[in-house]
């Protein structure tokens, strides 16, 4: 009974009252068919007892089949071996009914229902034999007819009756044998399938587990440690396919250069972990002055930041460029960062259609001038290179003496 593998032993009890409902109805069955053959007035109310004592154990172990599948489907901890236990106490008082019922029938009755009887014990017993793969407790059940068939055919004393008996405690003790091979079997059947279950589960929560550590990978590949912004590599992947997009569309697209200002001077006085800092607030400044989550910040490398505007025209992208200015300026201020320094940042701000032509490169080259416009120009400012048409004249060459 005892069975180290819960899950195991669950299997084996479901299997059990999953044959239930089969099993019992042939019982009722076997049982009212013999009451029938041997019904007379004279021993009517032995027929009419036993039928009663047949079918009392038969019908228990229904009700319990039905019981165990209403448990088995509300919440909770699955059924235990109890419910195996009840069922075993079922089919042995149904095999007792059923023993003594046929050894008093082959004791007493005439010479045409003696086939019968040995029929329906012989049915019974083998239609059972496949149940006591799931337990051999289900003995309980053949030991008393076989049994009682034996002595039966000692008291009736038939011809050849010691040899009839002797090969009925040979079918009985075969039976238990061959129950028992089964039963092993069935269990190393059932304890494969669990492990292999077992195992599909593990290797697919391996599989999830591998799946997210590769997504978690493939982000920290993508993203700068320090500030939690996109990288170089996700940045000009982006920059790559927005400018595709926006050359498809017909769009502008705009970038944002972005500097700290004397950063290196700040870091050398206030050490390199409020260098860290001034970084994190820094990024944190862009990422909030983004508009949508389709814009991209990014720290390209040591205090260069950019801002990836697509859609964004040129007024639109100065004015992503002054929030950013002043984000920065408000972020060195705030008691949460505990910054030792104030903080500010020079941003270039370059726009470009490029459905007109040109490529990526030009639009970072153009937001770099941009940048060093502004640094050239004081610092904490914003700045964009002035239109073409608006490039003044080159100086006239000196006249040749």
């Not at 940045?235 to 970038?255: K, N, Q, T």
């Not at 950063?263 to 862009?286: M, T």
């Not at 910054?339 to 937001?367: F, N």
Request: aromatic share 6%; glycine share 8%; proline share 6%.
């Amino acid at each position: 009974m005892n069975d180290a593998d819960p899950i195991l032993a669950q299997r084996r009890v479901e299997a059990l009252y999953d044959t239930a409902p089969l099993s019992g109805v042939m019982g009722l069955a076997g049982a009212t068919m013999l009451a029938t053959v041997f019904w007379r007035p004279d021993r009517h109310v032995l027929v009419v007892g036993w039928l009663i004592a047949s079918w009392t154990p038969i019908l228990l172990r229904l009700a319990l089949g039905v019981a165990y599948r209403r448990r088995r489907r509300r919440p909770g901890p699955p059924p235990g071996l109890r419910w195996a236990w009840a069922s075993f106490a079922a089919m042995a008082l149904t095999g007792t009914a059923w023993g003594a019922g046929l050894a008093w029938m082959l004791v007493h009755g005439e010479a045409g229902e003696i086939p019968i009887v040995v029929g329906t014990a012989l049915g019974a017993v083998t239609m059972t034999t496949t149940n006591m793969a799931f337990w051999q407790m289900l003995a309980a059940f053949q030991v008393p007819i076989l049994c009682g068939q034996a002595a039966a055919i000692l008291i009736a004393r038939p011809p050849h009756a010691g040899l009839l008996a002797g090969a009925t405690l040979v079918l009985c003790l075969g039976q238990l044998l061959v129950a028992r091979r089964m039963a092993r079997v069935y269990v190393q059947v059932l304890r494969v399938s669990l492990d292999n279950q077992r195992l599909a589960t593990d290797l697919a929560a391996r599989s999830g587990a591998l799946e997210q550590a590769n997504l978690e990978l493939e982000l920290l590949s993508r993203a700068d440690p320090l500030t939690g912004l996109a990288n170089r590599r996700s940045f000009m992947e982006r920059l790559a396919a927005e400018w595709v997009h926006a050359a498809a569309h017909h769009g502008p697209l705009a970038l944002l250069s972005v500097d700290v200002d004397r950063f290196k001077r700040y870091n050398d006085a206030h050490g390199h972990g409020a260098g860290d800092r001034c970084l994190q607030a820094v990024a944190s400044a862009l990422a909030l002055s983004c508009r949508s989550e389709r814009d991209l910040a990014a720290r390209p490398g040591g205090e260069e930041f950019a801002i990836l505007l697509p859609g964004a025209d040129a007024g639109e992208a100065l004015q992503v460029a002054e929030r950013v200015r002043q984000a920065v300026i408000d972020a060195s201020s705030d008691p949460d960062w505990a910054l030792p320094g104030g903080v500010t940042v020079s941003v270039g701000v370059a726009c470009r259609w490029p459905g007109d032509g040109g490529d990526t490169a030009a639009l970072l080259r153009e937001a770099d001038q941009a940048l060093y416009l502004a640094k050239d120009n004081g610092r904490n400012r914003v700045a964009q290179l002035p239109p073409p048409s608006a490039a003044p004249l080159s100086p006239p060459a000196p006249a040749a003496a």
